[in-house]
T-cell receptor
Framework: KAGVTQTPRYLIKTRGQQVTLSCSPISGHRSVSWYQQTPGQGLQFLFEYFSETQRNKGNFPGRFSGRQFSNSRSEMNVSTLELGDSALYLC?????????????FGQGTRLTVV | GENVEQHPSTLSVQEGDSAVIKCTYSDSASNYFPWYKQELGKGPQLIIDIRSNVGEKKDQRIAVTLNKTAKHFSLHITETQPEDSAVYFCAALDNYGQNFVFGPGTRLSVLP
């Protein structure tokens, strides 16, 4: 059974640009959640999508957005990139909502903003 | 909102000894508490979780205890092995599933 796939694995972007990250969940999983990991702030929850609808959102500015497609694949977009957005972005998939089943993480996309 | 504290930040133990990591949370409405292990270059991996209606859960060498009154939960690893060396994160999910808050992590080193 294939795991959670995140693409690309590495990205370098310039301040002010925008970026789109992709997450393909485990087959049959309907929930995808996104996280930001930095040395300073640790692991922080961005948002969760379930059945193409955003179900909850962490404390991030509106520059961070996402969506989920009918096949459960999800994309996360960050607009007007700032240096502080440099981080490892992780997604996790679960069969149902986060609180109802365990979440499996991908290896992440490492974003560097210069 | 929810706040999760985790101690210690680093922990070194001899192979075969036990390791204990403790977390406290602030929101009494939180009801789901997972523990993740993250190895270098990999995403977090769920190793055990506990829900608010249970006080203790065990899976082979790993156990988690939850004290709802005191709002803290702990990870216990017995008979530690070098492959247990990693960063461990605790987390709490509030009752409404609105936010998923992680502790800052504990770097565990198991010395052979």
């Amino acid at each position: 059974k294939a795991g959670v796939t995140q693409t690309p694995r590495y990205l370098i972007k310039t301040r002010g640009q925008q970026v789109t990250l992709s997450c393909s969940p485990i087959s049959g999983h309907r929930s995808v959640s996104w996280y930001q990991q930095t040395p300073g702030q640790g692991l922080q929850f961005l948002f969760e999508y379930f059945s193409e609808t955003q179900r909850n959102k962490g404390n991030f500015p509106g520059r961070f957005s996402g969506r989920q497609f009918s096949n459960s694949r999800s994309e996360m977009n960050v607009s007007t990139l700032e240096l502080g957005d440099s981080a490892l972005y992780l997604c996790a998939s679960s069969q149902f909502r986060i609180e109802n089943t365990e979440a499996f993480f991908g290896q992440g996309t490492r974003l560097t903003v210069v | 909102g929810e706040n999760v504290e985790q101690h210690p930040s680093t922990l070194s133990v001899q192979e075969g000894d036990s390791a204990v990591i403790k977390c406290t949370y602030s929101d009494s409405a939180s009801n789901y508490f997972p523990w993740y292990k993250q190895e270098l270059g990999k995403g977090p991996q769920l190793i055990i979780d506990i829900r608010s209606n249970v006080g203790e859960k065990k899976d082979q060498r790993i156990a988690v205890t939850l004290n709802k009154t005191a709002k803290h939960f702990s990870l216990h690893i017995t008979e530690t092995q070098p492959e247990d060396s990693a960063v461990y994160f605790c987390a709490a999910l509030d009752n409404y599933g609105q936010n998923f808050v992680f502790g800052p992590g504990t770097r565990l080193s198991v010395l052979p």
